[in-house]
């Protein structure tokens, strides 16, 4: 495992791309598995997420070409096996993605209990209460089971929880069920809606994407397509937090302005001075201000991957500032380790934080236990005074490429070690 060593207390400012959205490139690779044909994405992002969901489909039959570039092609004219690979599984959440093209293509689906984030917190009900409307049924084994005897068949389902990765899952079996089924209470986030478009793409016929119902035209046979995925507006925000949070200024391009305006909003209520011109999204040097409360909400509201950064955010603003969680509570437990670099933060429960602001922090040594806080502890150690080290880095590394370039490119004293 690497740490990144950090010398703090320097003002971050310049220009960046980001490319694909973390979040929709998993379920699009999913996706492919539904065709022999082949398929095209372009703009994926390079991180190591997307390598593991790779060799997630070469392990089942697939030919992947193009990992570690941002065009990939894969090709799977015979699924091999119906259990991914247990180890690969456990390193990803967006594994379960998987179940339903394993359900299409081969009539079960072996899971291990998939990994991520707070696996242990995360439920995935929701997937298989969609799948088994579609026909599937549990198999009494080790971690999850399903098969589906008369194949996929389309359904009419409301979703207990608006799970992004649930909607995904029942999309990605309802596309490949011959018939209309309807999903009811369904996530709106714009890689929900990229889905939606590249299953379109594949011959399935869906509308209401980006709305709590969509109507899928499951088809017998889908086609192989090509996709250009949509900027990752989580990482245009991470970045646009970390020059806020050092008092500089940057260009981040790529992003599409509808999937900024809530960034936008959110930086705004902290004062700082930023903008959208198309897919430009520019932060200027500014004075922080509280911002009362923040609340993370379903989309359009704030997205929870952001929270972790703003709490840090807080801590550089003039007031008090009430962060509220109610999704994930383990974020803000990571950011506890914040009080050790001296931030005055008042931990309520497991899902609120009261930070109260502006507080000099001083380096240490930091724990990156999941992607998103790693990512605000890093923008911590940027502001900070002396020198911090975080690890794992390649735990921030599984949603964020070419991150060590990135942060020197800005004129951050970074250094793998």
């Given at each position: 495992?690497s740490?990144?060593r950090?010398?703090?207390?320097?003002?971050?400012?310049?220009?960046l791309?980001?490319?694909g959205?973390?979040?929709?490139?998993?379920p699009l690779?999913?996706a492919?598995?539904?065709t022999?044909?082949?398929?095209?994405?372009h703009?994926?992002?390079r991180?190591s997420?997307?390598?593991?969901m790779?060799?997630?489909?070469?392990d089942?039959?697939?030919?992947?070409?193009?990992?570690?570039?941002?065009?990939?092609?894969v090709?799977c004219?015979?699924?091999i096996?119906?259990?991914?690979?247990?180890?690969?599984?456990?390193?990803?959440?967006?594994?379960?993605?998987?179940?339903g093209?394993l359900?299409?293509r081969?009539g079960?689906?072996?899971?291990?209990?998939?990994?991520?984030?707070?696996?242990?917190?995360?439920?995935?009900?929701?997937h298989?209460?969609?799948?088994?409307?579609?026909?599937?049924?549990?198999v009494?084994?080790?971690?999850?089971?399903?098969?589906?005897?008369n194949?996929?068949?389309?359904?009419?389902?409301?979703l207990?929880?608006a799970?992004?990765?649930?909607?995904?899952?029942?999309?990605?079996?309802?596309?490949?069920?011959?018939?209309v089924s309807?999903?009811?209470?369904?996530?709106?986030?714009?890689?929900?809606?990229?889905?939606?478009?590249?299953?379109k793409?594949?011959?399935?016929?869906?509308?209401?994407?980006?709305?709590?119902?969509?109507?899928?035209e499951?088809?017998?046979r889908?086609?192989?397509?090509?996709?250009?995925?949509?900027?990752?507006?989580?990482?245009?925000?991470s970045?646009?937090?970390?020059?806020a949070?050092?008092?500089?200024e940057?260009?981040?391009?790529?992003?599409?302005?509808e999937?900024?305006?809530?960034?936008?909003a959110?930086?705004?209520?902290?004062?700082?001075?930023?903008?959208?011109?198309?897919?430009?999204f520019?932060?200027?040097?500014?004075?922080?201000?509280?911002?009362?409360?923040?609340?993370?909400g379903?989309?359009?509201?704030f997205?929870?991957?952001?929270?972790s950064?703003?709490?840090?955010?807080a801590t550089?603003?003039?007031?008090?500032?009430?962060?509220?969680?109610?999704?994930?509570?383990?974020?803000?437990?990571?950011?506890?380790?914040?009080?050790?670099?001296?931030?005055?933060?008042?931990?309520?429960?497991?899902?609120?934080?009261?930070?109260?602001?502006?507080?000099?922090?001083?380096?240490r040594?930091?724990?990156?236990?999941?992607?998103?806080?790693?990512?605000?502890?890093?923008?911590?150690?940027?502001?900070?005074?002396?020198e911090?080290?975080?690890?794992?880095?390649?735990?921030?590394?599984r949603?964020?490429?070419?991150?060590?370039?990135?942060?020197?490119?800005?004129?951050?004293?970074?250094?793998?070690?």
């Amino acid at each position: 495992m690497s740490s990144l060593r950090i010398k703090g207390g320097r003002r971050l400012s310049g220009a960046l791309s980001v490319e694909g959205n973390k979040n929709a490139a998993l379920p699009l690779l999913a996706a492919c598995l539904l065709t022999s044909d082949e398929c095209v994405l372009h703009n994926m992002p390079r991180i190591s997420d997307v390598e593991v969901m790779a060799q997630l489909l070469v392990d089942l039959g697939a030919n992947v070409q193009g990992v570690g570039t941002t065009t990939i092609r894969v090709t799977c004219p015979t699924v091999i096996k119906h259990q991914p690979n247990p180890a690969l599984v456990g390193r990803l959440r967006g594994s379960v993605l998987l179940l339903g093209p394993l359900l299409a293509r081969t009539g079960r689906a072996e899971l291990a209990p998939p990994g991520g984030d707070f696996p242990a917190r995360r439920s995935i009900g929701t997937h298989l209460e969609a799948l088994i409307a579609m026909g599937a049924r549990q198999v009494e084994g080790p971690g999850h089971i399903l098969e589906t005897p008369n194949g996929l068949t389309p359904t009419s389902i409301y979703l207990y929880e608006a799970s992004v990765t649930g909607t995904e899952t029942a999309l990605l079996a309802a596309a490949a069920a011959n018939g209309v089924s309807e999903i009811r209470h369904a996530a709106c986030e714009p890689h929900v809606v990229e889905l939606c478009e590249f299953l379109k793409t594949l011959g399935a016929g869906i509308t209401g994407g980006g709305t709590s119902t969509i109507r899928v035209e499951g088809v017998p046979r889908l086609h192989g397509g090509t996709h250009t995925l949509w900027g990752d507006y989580i990482e245009a925000g991470s970045w646009a937090v970390v020059a806020a949070i050092t008092g500089g200024e940057i260009d981040v391009r790529g992003a599409r302005p509808e999937d900024m305006e809530v960034v936008d909003a959110v930086l705004k209520r902290f004062n700082v001075q930023c903008s959208i011109d198309h897919n430009l999204f520019r932060v200027e040097q500014s004075k922080l201000e509280a911002a009362g409360r923040i609340t993370t909400g379903l989309w359009p509201g704030f997205p929870s991957d952001l929270i972790s950064l703003v709490t840090v955010l807080a801590t550089q603003a003039e007031g008090r500032t009430l962060v509220h969680d109610w999704m994930y509570e383990l974020r803000l437990f990571a950011l506890e380790q914040l009080s050790g670099m001296r931030a005055d933060l008042f931990l309520c429960d497991p899902h609120r934080i009261i930070v109260t602001g502006p507080r000099k922090l001083y380096g240490r040594t930091l724990d990156s236990r999941d992607l998103r806080s790693g990512m605000s502890l890093i923008a911590a150690a940027l502001t900070a005074e002396g020198e911090s080290r975080v690890a794992p880095l390649e735990t921030v590394e599984r949603g964020y490429a070419q991150l060590v370039e990135r942060l020197q490119s800005l004129g951050a004293m970074v250094e793998r070690v």
